[in-house]
């Protein structure tokens, strides 16, 4: 089918293929189509018909593919197009299109599409005969035997599964058997995007429910995974295609907006684009300079952002330079010789984009207040930006060879490994392998693809994580451990610590803290902060396989009724051991509340007769640095000089009192120690507390929050030199990341 075909359905002739549109003028789409000559579908269906005249030539009706596949692979070897084009209109021969054109004619457009894009000769050969083994007598071994391993390999995958055997779960499961195939091999997803955009072109011959029902799909799985994949060329002209059938009163309007643009005397784009060349030219600068319109569903986009459009929206400058430095010596240019908007500056050849898309992105104001978006970027680039994984080639064969496989070189089935796999792609065939049931796995991927940006995290060990957008750390583990996330307690996110909600931010570093006991289960609430398929499917197994179970170690944002340290038994307990349970030492007020005067540590105070008490928010203890301040009744509470509520009093006005250690041996001190929940913690704190030889005068466990427990210990020391030993046997008690003083936290007056 030809590339201009127009679509019956729609309200007006479709976009051209993206490789043509962008170096178009911003005229109307019914006069751009004019500019380039249409492929007689007639004389295709005649020659599809009659055949090849003679053996060993090139058949007529497959020039046009011959045309553009030596565009981009000259010396390429055209014999297996040849041979797969005889095969596959004589086994279609006799088949029609719903349109009445002959169905040889379906698989050349296919075909067509990815030799403008670039495609190897592999690729084209497969899509020839993408059709026959589905709706033919060839086989899957005939194919294998004429055209090797390579290319059976590819057919197969985008071979649908019979609606006879899967019933309503053929589409579903086509498309995960399609992703399984796409993992080891991105060219059956970049035959089957060709496939589809040629169906959607020719929609029009179908009931208008079937229309929507195809386009949803479309929208929903196959243009994200262009969008993913990188093919821009395709994704842009389904997404025009899709909002033509789906909405076509807004399709009418962003028609209508293009035309009456197209109709304007001046043009805002050629005069900046002529600007632009003048300034490259004059710094030495070989450039080409573009004027890229927008397409019907950006146009739209723009629309509802911007709400009145001027003439610089309807179109971008695309800048083409031979070396990636170019790029930089082109952007310095224009920011120096126009006006740049620097808040759209975007560097994406340094950082590019999980697509393999590069570019950097800047724009110019004119005088006029018109802003222009500009795309600079290299050839190379510029092709890998509209062909995505087309352009790549075939990833087994050497850079040079893009010639059919044979069958004696192919790795067996299950030995592939495409190193061109994206990161979203690995992550997506593994959770596809839990989904129980083709429903889930349907609603899944649409959700998965949803989410078309990625960011990129740091594990401590150097390595890195790919992760969707607005991914927490739950997300993260399961990412890196898979079933055995079930075991983690916490996360450090850039050397601090975070709870398992924490969304992440490209660039983070992430240090995942697992639990050590074997009996760790994931929390159901871990489910609101689950952002992946992968995490979402595998805590939603457990639960389902443990009915009773998700309030366990793991579940630390609840009552902590489940947990040693977090239950009231356990407190009671622990008071009946001799201890006397307090409240916690930071509510305690900054001042006037005394503790009781440690029975060795004597200071001395700079007011005769008055009474020394050591301040209970901050628990001062030799060697530290101290002050005092007077209270009621003659009393002179003693701080910390870095506690809180000395910069409070001072605040206020109150005068210091000079004060100083004496003889020191007993003193108090509170700790709190933070950790994480486990079962024997409180035990094995106490027993650390004791082999020091430090009595335990009082002691508070809080209730568990966000996975996090928060125990107060004040503490008998027989000499302050203890303290910090003291300190590095409880931080050294497993599940206890923190230990410090306590230090009240006085509110700004």
């Known amino acids: 089918m030809s590339a201009e075909a127009t679509n019956p359905a729609t ?67 055209l014999d297996p197009l040849r041979r797969a084009y005889v095969l596959a209109e004589s086994s279609h021969r006799g088949q029609m299109r719903k349109s009445g054109e002959p169905y040889i004619t379906h698989p050349l457009a296919v075909t ?6 670039g495609a190897e ?36 995958g985008v071979t649908k599964l019979e609606k006879v055997d899967y019933g309503a779960a053929a589409e579903p499961e086509t498309f995960r058997k399609m992703l399984v195939a796409t993992g080891s091999d991105v060219r059956v997803m970049s035959i089957k995007l060709a496939d589809r955009l040629h169906n959607m072109r020719t929609l029009g011959v179908m009931r208008p429910e079937k229309q929507a029902r195809i386009a949803k799909v479309t929208r929903d799985v196959l243009i994200p995974l262009a969008e993913r994949l990188g ?10 295609l899709v909002f033509a059938i789906l909405h076509p009163e807004e399709y009418e309007h962003t028609r209508e907006l293009i035309a009456a643009n197209a109709a304007r005397p001046d043009d805002p784009l050629a005069e900046v684009a002529d600007e632009m060349r003048g300034v490259l030219r004059e710094a030495g600068i070989q450039a080409e300079v573009l004027i890229r319109p927008r397409h019907f569903v950006s146009v739209h986009r723009v629309a509802r952002k911007r709400g009145q459009l001027r003439g610089t929206d309807f179109g971008r400058l695309l800048v083409l330079v031979n070396e990636d430095a170019d790029c930089y010596g082109v952007l310095g240019e224009l920011h120096t010789c126009m006006t740049p908007v620097v808040s759209e500056f975007k560097d994406f050849i340094a950082v590019p984009k999980f697509n393999l898309y590069q570019s950097l992105h800047t724009a110019v104001a004119r005088s006029d207040g018109q802003v222009v978006e500009v795309l600079i970027r290299t050839h190379q680039m510029h092709k890998v930006a509209e062909a995505g994984v087309v352009a790549l080639g075939n990833p087994y064969a050497p850079a040079s060879d893009t010639s059919v496989s044979d069958a004696s070189d192919a790795p067996a089935d299950g030995e592939r490994a495409d190193p061109t796999r994206p990161g979203w792609l690995s992550r997506l065939l593994d959770w596809q392998q839990a989904a129980p049931d083709p429903d889930t796995f349907w609603s899944t991927l649409r959700d998965d693809l949803a989410q078309d940006r990625e960011i990129t995290v740091f594990r401590p060990d150097g390595g890195t994580l790919g992760l969707p957008e607005g991914a927490t750390c739950v997300d993260a583990a399961y990412a890196q451990y898979g079933e055995d996330a079930h075991a983690c307690i916490g996360a450090r996110v850039n050397g601090r610590l975070a709870t398992l909600s924490t969304v992440l931010k490209d660039g983070d570093t992430v240090q ?30 457990w639960l389902a396989t443990h009915p009773g179970g998700g309030t366990g170690a793991g579940d630390m944002t609840g009552t902590g009724a489940e947990t040693a340290e977090g239950t009231a038994p356990a407190r009671r307990a622990y008071a009946a051991q001799g201890t006397v349970a307090s409240r916690p030492a930071d509510a305690a007020a900054a001042e006037g509340t005394p503790t009781t005067r440690s029975r060795g540590a004597d200071v001395l105070v700079d007011r005769p007769g008055a009474s020394v008490r050591l301040a209970r928010c901050c628990t001062p203890v030799p060697p530290d640095e101290i002050t005092g301040f007077a209270v009621r009744g003659g009393v002179v509470t003693v701080h910390r000089a870095e506690c809180a509520a000395v910069a409070h009093m001072k605040g206020k006005g109150r005068a ?15 700790l709190v120690a933070e950790s994480f929940g486990r079962p024997h913690l409180l035990a094995d704190l106490t027993e650390a507390i004791s082999s020091t030889g430090v009595d335990i005068v009082s002691a508070t466990v809080e209730p568990p929050s966000q996975q996090r427990v928060r125990h107060t210990y004040t503490l008998l020391l027989p000499d302050a030199a203890h303290l910090p030993a003291l300190m590095r046997a409880m931080r050294d008690v497993p599940g206890v990341y923190d230990v410090a003083r306590a230090q009240h936290q006085t509110p700004a007056s």
């Open 11 to 77: 309200p007006g002739p479709v976009a051209p293929t993206a490789s043509a549109a962008a170096t178009a003028p911003a005229v109307p789409r019914a006069d751009r189509r004019k500019s380039r000559p249409r492929i007689d579908l007639r004389r295709l269906g005649r020659a599809a018909l009659l055949g090849p005249a003679v053996r060993g030539k090139l058949p007529d009706a497959i020039s046009h593919v011959v045309e553009a596949h030596r565009a981009h692979h000259p010396d390429a070897d």
């Open 112 to 117: 067509l599409i990815l030799a403008e894009l």
């Open 121 to 156: 000769t592999t690729t084209l050969t497969a899509s020839l005969l993408h059709d026959t083994v589905e709706d033919t007598d060839v086989t899957l071994d005939q194919v294998r035997e004429q055209f090797g391993e390579e290319v059976r390999y590819l057919v197969d």
């Open 231 to 240: 093919v821009q060329a395709l994704k842009t002209e389904m997404e025009d």
């Open 512 to 541: 995942l803290l697992m639990g050590q006991d074997p009996a760790s289960e994931p929390s159901r609430e871990w489910l609101d902060h689950a952002h992946t398929p992968a995490a979402r499917i595998a805590i939603q197994r």
């Open 656 to 670: 210091e009192i000079g004060v100083r250690w004496g003889d020191t041996t007993e003193c108090r001190v509170t």
